[in-house]
């Protein structure tokens, strides 16, 4: 008999206390040795007491520790990689300038790349996958176009169509002129003549002429906004194909048909935070760190890149760690002047009347007692 | 593009980077809170135009119990502090 049984109701008791897969790890264990209640109480006690033992204590300084450990491996990087890597066709931020825009919490990254992974059917083959890329990528007039004129006599542009390019990205002659004919009106007229369209204008400006042709060339036949570029690819692991693309627009690509809207995510913060919230911005941010990391065979604890995440999403919104996020919006004037733009920030907290309470640990280093950490923590807990 | 907006609230829950939400009733809430020794506001907040509060349909003062998933301990239970706007 397995000594489960013999101590089911002090592992019930036990399932709110210890974390969920520590917990599992334990039943596992038990159930499959063969041992009197005596020792799997023994087992439980030594599993507790090791678990209670691993815990930060209250007052541990977590983020210096925090600091530290993501601080010190990051200067090895400087030294050693390609902050741009080339991913196939295009480049992405990769290394340290990454990893300073995710705590920067940059409004645009420098390269905005969505990972779109597709439903059953389509992750199986490379055909299908392409089908969806073709969905996604956007195609402009510019792309479907051999040649273009600019007929400044009749002040009309001719576009002559390529066929071929037509039947490449699956578009008929009916899509495009549904589409086009949304163009007309604002003194335009289009015309349709087999593989030739021609716009033709009510202006004579031939600089305007010139402009519009360069708008007209920019109109999106098919696909998503700001989607320039999709590059199907297989996991080496899985064998299953997913779409990178170049450029971002979550919102769109969560509901193409054959995406899988439970992992496809964007690198952009600021975008994640708006389309799925804070929460999955608080998970992209701690993963996003950790791949940096990751890439450059730097081992660093998870938990660090979670207390990070943590501190950059608390208010709800993404903040940047620095002075006009985390750093800047400290509650004590004195902590907020020590960091950076000291007058500045001294001249506004009087002009305010804020006072100081003292209880961050800037403020009572410049004051000269003790910080309220570990041991220094004590009188706060006796004011309770 | 044949999945309508409502669609999309549903496609939020499901998300691999969010967690699992519920809104905590007001006694429950009070009673974890003391047993924090925590005030409500110190408890990380999350805004109510928040795409995911907004699924739950949580109002400004509510507290939300999120359980994530975590590479360490599997599933991990926080609260976020429903603020306005």
Redesign the interface.
Known sequence: MSALKEVEPVLERLKGVL????Y?ELVAKLSKEEMGREKALEVIYETLKLYVKALIDAGEAIGIVTAQSIGEPSTQMILRSFHFAGLREFSMALGLPRMIEIVDARRRPATPLMYVYLDEEHSKSREKAEEVAKRIQSVTLETLARSVDVDYLTFSIVVELDPEQLRYRDISTKQLEKVLAKVRGKGLEVEFDGNVVVFRLDTSDPVKLRKIRDKLLQTRISGIKNVRKTVVRQDEGTGEWYIITEGSNL??V????GVD???T?SNDLHE?A???????AR??IA?ELKKVLDEQGLDVD??HMFLVA?AM?????VRQIGRHGVAGKKESPLARAAFEVTVKNLVDAATKGESEVFKGVFENIIAGRYIPVGTGMVRILME? | MAKNRRELSSLILEHQYNPQVEVVPREEAKRILRSLRAKIWQIPWIRASDPLARVVGARPGDLLRLRRRSPMAEVVETYRFVVPA
């Open positions: 974390p969920l897969s520590l599992r919102e769109a969560l509901q193409i048909e809207p439970t992992r995510y994640v708006e389309v799925l919230g804070i929460e999955a998970t992209l993963n998870m938990r943590d999403t608390w208010t709800g919104r309770l």
